[in-house]
Each structure stands twice: as C-alpha cells, then as structure tokens.
C-alpha cells in the first residue's frame, strides 16, 4: 500500500521542483543575503500560487530568522516555510467528512466550476467512503451537462454505490429531493449530491444551487451537511476567486482541491485556505481511484518544500 507521504511527494512534484531549484540557486552563495534576494524568494513563492499574503509574511519570518543569526542556509529557509505552512494549514480543521449526528443519513453537496473535476471527485469520494465501510447513495443532479447522469452512473457502479439519477434537462432540485428520501428509506449512511458544474459569474445558476439546499432541507432538516466546492488547483489563483464567489453564494463548509499532480501552482492551497479561512478536506493527487486523499497539513508541507523521506503513515479514512 502506498502511503500518503509518497502520494503527496508525486502529487506535489512540479511545484516543489520549481520552488525549491529557485530557492537553492538564490540562496546557495556564501554572502550576506540582499535585499535583492528577499525580493527573489517573494517572486518565487508567489509563481507558486501561495499568495501575497502568505508569501509577504514567510519572507518577513525568513528574514527575522537570518538576521537573529537562527538561520544561514536554503535548507534552513525550507525548513521554516514548510513549518509556517503546516501552521497556517493546521489552523483551519480537520479533514474528512463531519457525519450527521442528529439522525438519517450524511449529505454531502458538491459545488464547483465547470471542469473542476467535480463528478470524478465525486466518485472517488465515494469509494474512499465505501473503503471505510459506508454504505453511500449517490445522486446525479448534474442534469444538465451531456453525458453527465451517465458518468456518474459508471462511477456508482465502479465503486458499488447506489444511483439515483433523472433524465436530462429534469429538475436537479428534484433529484436532489428523492435520493435524499430513498436514502431515508433504505437507511443509506451517505448521500453525495454531484450538481452541475457551474461559473461562478453566472448569477441564475448560482441561484439554482440554492434551490438544491432548499430541497435537500426539506427532505431532512439540516441537509445539506457538507457542501464541499471543488477547485482546480492548476487555475492557480483564478481558484481563489471561485471558492471567494462560491462562499458567499453557497454557505461552503470546506474544500477539495483537484488536480495538484498536473500543476506547478500547488501553493494555491495555502492562499485558499489562508485568505479565506476555509478548511482543505480532500486532494486530488492523480488520476488513479486511490488518488483522493483526506488532507494532510504536515505531509503536505513536507512534500511541498522538498523532503524526501517516506513517512510511515497509512492513508488515512475519509472520517
């Protein structure tokens, strides 16, 4: 079994390459560190996605570092950015899913831009849940996109969850309603909602996702439990402003980041996280069904900022 270090080591391999060969180069000579190279560690953790912000503030920490004489070297410089990363991401929660205590199923409302890998996550969400024993209702309230009912009928068959889904063009609304009763019925443990993917700017659609709560609500008081937005960690910091939008649209209370294997902005992460104060639940490390991870602060920053060794840890369960 793979463990979850090696995961985020080879998910995370292009933007640890990019940042980590610039902070070498620029701090490997034996002179006093410049301003000039204050100002190039800020270019580079910021190409990386990891935001103003952030960036600004592991700058100032490195650079009171050095000047105290508590650091001297681009080994050290890593070693104090992946510890003020694992704070920052440490600070927001837990990963996982928080289950519904209060009675029926967990339902779980995905949100997110079209593209974002929404109806894979969905899926492989799905299996990491089935991994841990749940038994999981899967609903295709994506009615809209061509072929979407149909790919999540692959993905409930794939991982042995349940299906309920409409025809094209139906009321996701309504689909949404009768899997959250069929799941009553059948004393399902989860419910996950994939709904159609959507652009952040479009008003009447946005509107639509709060027509989807409504009717989870009436279904079972409280529902949704979960609505987890999906972001595209290689839109870099565009993904900053969807989970912006999609948070004052949709009440988000977490995020899965998509698709960190295939980009050099893996930082976004920490921007995301930072900026707006939202908790990382789950990271797309690849393509394989295994590749969805609950999210680890400190495996992250390790494999962020170039270590090397495998932790002895086991991937973790979705709860």
Not at 7 to 17: A, D, I, S, Y
Not at 67 to 96: C, F, N, Q, W
Not at 154 to 169: D, N, R, S
Not at 201 to 214: N, W
């Amino acid at each position: 079994m793979k463990s979850v270090f090696k995961v985020f080591r080879n998910g995370l391999q292009k933007t640890k390459t990019s940042l980590v060969r610039n902070v070498q180069s620029t701090f490997s000579k034996n002179e006093s560190w410049s301003e000039e190279d204050y100002e190039k560690l800020e270019a580079t953790l910021i190409s990386c996605d990891l935001g103003v912000e952030v960036s600004t503030r592991l700058v100032e920490d490195i650079r009171d570092r050095y000047e105290r004489g508590r650091i001297s070297t681009s080994a050290e410089i890593l070693e104090v950015a992946k510890e003020d990363v694992h704070r920052i991401l440490a600070d927001k929660g837990e990963a996982g899913i928080s289950f519904n205590e209060a009675g029926g199923p967990t339902v779980i409302m995905l949100v997110g831009t079209n593209g974002s890998g929404k109806t894979t996550t969905a899926g492989k969400l799905a299996h990491l849940l089935r991994q841990d024993g749940k038994s999981v209702l899967m609903a295709a309230a994506d009615t809209y996109r061509a072929g979407g009912i149909e790919q999540t009928r692959i993905w409930a068959e794939e991982v042995g969850a349940e299906l309920v889904a409409g025809t094209q063009g139906a009321d996701a609304a309504a689909v949404a309603y009768d899997a959250v009763s069929a799941a009553q019925r059948r004393n399902f443990e989860v419910v996950i909602v994939d709904t159609a993917g959507r652009q952040h700017t479009r008003k009447g659609l946005m509107e639509e996702l709060a027509k989807v709560r409504r009717s989870l609500d009436k279904a079972l008081p409280g529902a949704p439990h979960e609505v987890l937005l999906t972001l595209d960690a290689s839109t870099g910091s565009n993904a900053l402003h969807q989970a912006r939008e999609f948070g004052r649209q949709c009440a988000v209370t977490g995020l899965i980041l998509t698709k960190l294997d295939g980009t050099g902005k893996g930082g976004v992460t920490v921007a995301v996280s930072e900026e707006l104060g939202y908790n990382v639940r789950f990271v797309g490390l690849g393509e394989k069904l295994d590749d969805l991870q609950p999210f680890d602060p400190e495996l992250f920053a390790r494999a962020l900022f170039g270590y090397d060794h495998e932790s002895e840890v086991q991937p973790a369960s979705a709860s």
